[in-house]
């Protein structure tokens, strides 16, 4: 029973490595091998090792904690997956994944154990050992999706700053009207906080604009909340939200420019342009990451070239 148990394992194991491996290198056949090779782990092996462990004269009060220990398996595994696989909430399942040993399983293991005067502590480093590495690589799996999705997003902004070179290079009218000066105010307060916020990171407009990916640390949120309060006597957050607001108010006095008025406040991030003070910047930037605030300040002088455009004609 027990090298049969030895070979499922390792054959689960396998599987599982040569999934990832298929995964890492874009081979087809990827999903598979991975999901098959979790579902053999966690609803075969590991309820099969399990119970033969169980059955080899462990005492009646463990049977609690191997019923925990297949849950946590369980969940934490199928969080794994889900991630893995980028299937549907699988954001909510390593949620619940990363602390279920600490509240579930660490504390049944304990109370068992502390019956227990042959207990080895030895056993428990162990296990904690397991359970720190089992949250390290959990939140690995998080922080690579997340990497992806910000080097997809790279993309999307590149595609931005192109448009907005060439939508700069339009003629410019001999009368602008009052809402495309604010414009240009406007998107010249934006290139201003966006080059403190790279100032800060090392890099310059031109290195943003050549190769996105030097950028160091993408996910951080505090460089962008820091810039928001410079700029001198108004800060660069305040600045940006009222002429903002000064541009859809000045397009919606401008015969024709209603319905770009209120395109403008949808792209924007207004839901109400009587917002309380500081409530916009700190909902569209504070809690958002580098990489994130940067792509957002490009879409939005992109936008703002668009709307410009439709005014003069």
Known sequence: MKQKLYILGLASALIIFLGILFKVNHWPGAGIMITLGFVSLVLVFLPAALIDHYRDGEPERNKLLHIVTYITCFVVFTGMLFKIQHWPLAGIFLLVALPFPYVVFLPVFLSVNSKNKNFNIYNLVFVLILLALVSVFSALLSLNVAKDRISDSYSLSGHYINFAGVMNQLPVSASQKPAEL????????IDKYRDIILGSEG??????????????????????????????????GARLEKELKDVISALEKTKGCEALAKATSSFAGFSDTDLPEEQWTGGTFRDSNLAW??????????NLLIVKSSVLN
């Open 182 to 189: 604010l414009i240009d105010k406007t998107i010249e307060t």
């Open 203 to 236: 890099m310059t407009a031109e290195q943003w604009t050549r190769n996105p990916d030097d950028l160091k640390r993408p996910d951080i949120g505090a460089v962008a909340s820091r810039a928001l309060e410079s700029g001198g006597d108004v800060p660069y």
């Open 293 to 302: 605030v940067l792509i957002y300040l490009d879409g939005l002088k992109a």
